[in-house]
């Protein structure tokens, strides 16, 4: 059973950092992706960063892009999401999720795995 495991939120204000994590269980081959994904209260879920874990490949929304970077631990099966000068418009539940295969997309609609949801909050 494919498990994942999002922590890291927290409170900070603009121009702040935090690193989210998921830990990641139960693939049974190196061939899927994970991808980070947020709501805003009142907005539609939107997609962030994702990473493909058979060649590394890197995707970010424009929104992101400069600011937040994914990275994976093969050996801690954890996926990071450093997210740098953070603006109050990051505030959203953040979740990671994850699919079989090898599409690399930021379409929530193509993942079958979700995990938890983690709050961050940025202050003005």
């Known amino acids: 059973e494919v498990q994942l495991q999002a922590s890291g939120g927290g409170e900070v204000q603009a121009g702040g950092s935090l690193r989210l994590s998921c830990a990641v269980s139960?693939?049974?081959?190196?061939?899927?992706?994970i991808g980070w994904f947020r709501r805003a209260p009142g907005q539609e879920r939107e997609g962030v960063s994702c990473?493909?874990?058979?060649?590394?490949?890197?995707g970010y929304a424009d929104s992101v892009k400069g600011r937040f970077t994914i990275s994976s631990d093969n050996a801690k099966n954890t996926v990071y999401l450093q997210m740098n000068n953070l603006k109050p418009e990051d505030t959203a539940v953040y979740y990671c999720a994850a699919r079989s295969g090898f599409l690399s997309t930021l379409m929530a609609a193509h993942y079958n795995y979700w995990g938890q949801g983690t709050l961050v909050t940025v202050s003005s």
């Open positions: 139960g693939f049974t081959s190196d061939d899927y992706v």
């Open positions: 990473l493909k874990n058979g060649d590394g490949s890197i």
